[in-house]
């Protein structure tokens, strides 16, 4: 299994920035890629950003340039860097790994508040 902890939500004016972390831990050979989701008040949960094994990342239309997603590996983490924030990015953001064999596992979330 993957255990996966986010930190680094918070509030912040619109135009703002934060860098989410996710670090994870267990059984990180298994992971084929990893991402960022997040869910706003009474909408459904949404992708983010991903980022497989061999390094690929891919965005939601909604935040291309503004949003980045890379990860260190000798850290076992993964990074959020959320620029130009705008208050349609408050939502709590999660973190979601998925093994080569499909599992997925996710992490307890971290809020975004961006008020305007």
């Known amino acids: 299994q993957v255990q996966l902890v986010e930190s680094g939500g918070g509030l912040v004016q619109t135009g703002g920035s934060l860098r989410l972390s996710c670090v994870t831990s267990g059984s990180i050979f298994s992971i084929n890629s990893m991402g960022w989701y997040r869910q706003a008040p009474g909408k459904e949960r949404e992708l983010v950003a991903t980022?497989?094994?061999?390094?690929?990342?891919n965005y939601a239309d909604s935040v291309l340039g503004r949003f980045t997603i890379s990860r260190d590996k000798a850290k076992n983490t993964v990074y959020l860097q959320m620029n130009s924030l705008e208050p349609e990015d408050t939502a709590v953001y999660y973190c979601y790994s998925r093994s080569r064999i499909g599992v997925g596992s996710w992490g307890q979330g971290t809020q975004v508040i961006v008020s305007s």
């Open positions: 980022i497989t094994s061999g390094g690929s990342t």
